[in-house]
Structures are given as C-alpha cells and as structure tokens.
C-alpha cells in the first residue's frame, strides 16, 4: 500500500517561489519512480516532473524547464518541486504520483499511486 500526502502549495504572485513536497508511506520508497502532475481547470492533467528511483535521472515538460526543480530524499521517504519564477498560467492542482518502477516514465500511465493534490495559485 502507497500513500502520498502533498504540502506545500498556496497562493503566490507571478515571479515568486514555492516548495512543494510529498510525503510517502511505503515500504522501499527507494524503489519508486516519483513524478509530480498537474491539472488546471479545464484542462487534462499533465506531467510536470518526474525524478528516477536514486535521484540520477529527471524529466522536466518543456514549459517548465528552467524555472522547477524535483528532487528527492530516500531516507526520509520524501519528493519535493521547488517551483521558481512562477507564471499565471502554472495555476493548478499538483498531485504527487508513484510508480514501482526503476525506469524513468513520465506519462500518466505509468504512475500506480497518487495523492490527493495540492492547490497552487499563481497572481498576476
């Protein structure tokens, strides 16, 4: 059983910063692909970010590049998206998601667990 629990969202102005972070219970969290998605209204969620099990490998969607950074703590069981320059248009819910997979993916398929979003709010 995985559960992911993501914090860390809010509301900021365009060109601010945000940390979001997840929380994992789960036995091997070391195993696990992490990527972090998310969805605007009335959009189809999209991946953001992915990292591999050991923190080697990353995948960031283009319009993110630059400006996000997902990293990991495998001894704390934890996955974090530091979100930099924000813009209006990353206004979403971000969700948290897991795959046992020690291959870097980062489609939506691929992903076996997921938390229950965090609301990022960005003001222009």
């Known amino acids: 059983q995985v559960h992911l629990v993501e914090s860390g969202g809010g509301l900021v102005q365009a060109g601010g910063s945000l940390r979001l972070s997840c929380a994992a219970s789960?036995?091997?969290?070391?195993?696990?692909?992490m990527g972090w998605f998310r969805q605007a209204p009335g959009k189809e969620r999209e991946s953001v970010a992915a990292?591999?099990?050991?923190?080697?490998?990353?995948y960031y969607t283009d319009s993110v590049k630059g400006r996000f950074d997902i990293t990991r703590d495998n001894a704390m069981d934890m996955v974090y998206l530091q979100m930099n320059s924000l813009k209006p248009e990353d206004t979403a819910v971000y969700y948290c998601?897991?795959?046992?997979?020690?291959?870097?993916?980062?489609?939506?398929?691929?992903?076996?667990?997921w938390g229950q979003g965090t609301q990022v709010t960005v003001s222009s």
């Open positions: 998601a897991a795959a046992d997979s020690y291959e870097l993916y980062h489609e939506q398929g691929a992903f076996n667990y």
């Open positions: 789960v036995r091997n969290f070391n195993t696990f692909l």
């Open positions: 990292i591999s099990w050991n923190g080697a490998k990353t």
